[in-house]
C-alpha cells in the first residue's frame, strides 16, 4: 500500500486545525448564547410591564398563578453573572477551547450544568398545570428547554471529539434563536394582556 505523501500529510493537518477552530467557534457561541433567555441587560427579559391603560382584562389569578411558577422554573435553569463572565471570557479566547486545561475544563463544566438544569427545567414545565391561555407559551418553553438540553449534551460530545460534523450543531442552534425569538414575543404579549409584571433576574440571595 502507498504511504502518504508529505502533501498529504500536510493537507491532513489543516483540515484538522480548520476542524478544531470551527469547534471553538462553535462551542464559545453555544457557551454564549445559552443565557440569552434568562439574562438580559439589567436583568430584565424582553417584555415590557403593562400598565391598567392598556385596555387589557384584569389580572386573573389563575393566570398569574401560572406565571409565577414559570418564572420560577426559568430563574432555576439561569446562568448566574459568575457563569455568564465565564462565557463571556471563553467566547474571547476560543483557541483556549481545544487546549486540555482551563479552558476546556470550564467549558465542560458550564456544558454539564446547563444540561442539569434544562433536563430539570423541561420536567418541571411538563409538570406545570396547564391553562389554555399560556397554552402555546407552555408548549413552546417544554420544547425549548429540552431540545436545548440535546444541543448542550451534542456540543460537550462534540468537544471532546474535534473532528466531529459541527454542521449540523449549528444548524440546530439557529432554529432554537429562531425559536426563543418566537416564544420572546408570546411571553411579552400575554404579559402586557394580563398586566403581569416582566420576568426579572434573581439569585438566591435577593429572592
Known amino acids: 500500500m502507498r504511504k502518504p505523501g508529505p502533501g498529504q500529510h500536510k493537507q491532513r493537518r489543516v483540515k484538522q486545525a480548520a476542524s478544531a477552530c470551527s469547534l471553538a467557534v462553535l462551542v464559545a457561541a453555544v457557551l454564549v448564547w445559552m443565557p440569552v433567555l434568562f439574562y438580559t441587560a439589567g436583568g430584565h427579559s424582553l417584555a ?21 411558577r414559570y418564572d420560577c422554573i426559568r430563574r432555576s435553569a439561569q ?12 467566547m474571547e479566547k476560543k483557541l483556549t ?30 409538570e ?29 460530545r462534540t468537544l471532546n471529539n474535534p473532528l466531529r460534523s459541527k454542521k ?14 418566537t416564544l420572546k414575543t408570546t411571553d411579552k404579549q400575554l404579559r402586557d394582556t394580563y398586566n403581569i409584571p416582566p420576568y426579572t433576574y434573581k439569585t438566591a440571595a435577593s429572592s
Open 97 to 126: 477551547l481545544l487546549l486540555p486545561g482551563f479552558g476546556r475544563l470550564s467549558a465542560q463544566r458550564l456544558l454539564k450544568k446547563m444540561i442539569d438544569r434544562y433536563e430539570a427545567a423541561a420536567a418541571a414545565m411538563k
Open 79 to 90: 446562568m448566574t453573572p459568575e457563569e455568564r463572565k465565564t462565557a463571556d471570557g471563553l
Open 168 to 181: 449540523e450543531l449549528e444548524e440546530r442552534k439557529a432554529e432554537l434563536a429562531e425559536l426563543d425569538e
Open 128 to 156: 406545570l398545570p396547564p391553562e389554555p391561555e399560556t397554552r402555546e407559551l407552555h408548549e413552546g418553553y417544554t420544547r425549548y428547554f429540552s431540545t436545548s438540553r440535546a444541543l448542550f449534551h451534542d456540543t460537550l
Open 48 to 68: 415590557v410591564a403593562a400598565t391598567s391603560d392598556n385596555g387589557g382584562p384584569a389580572n386573573s389569578d389563575r393566570i398569574r398563578t401560572w406565571f409565577d
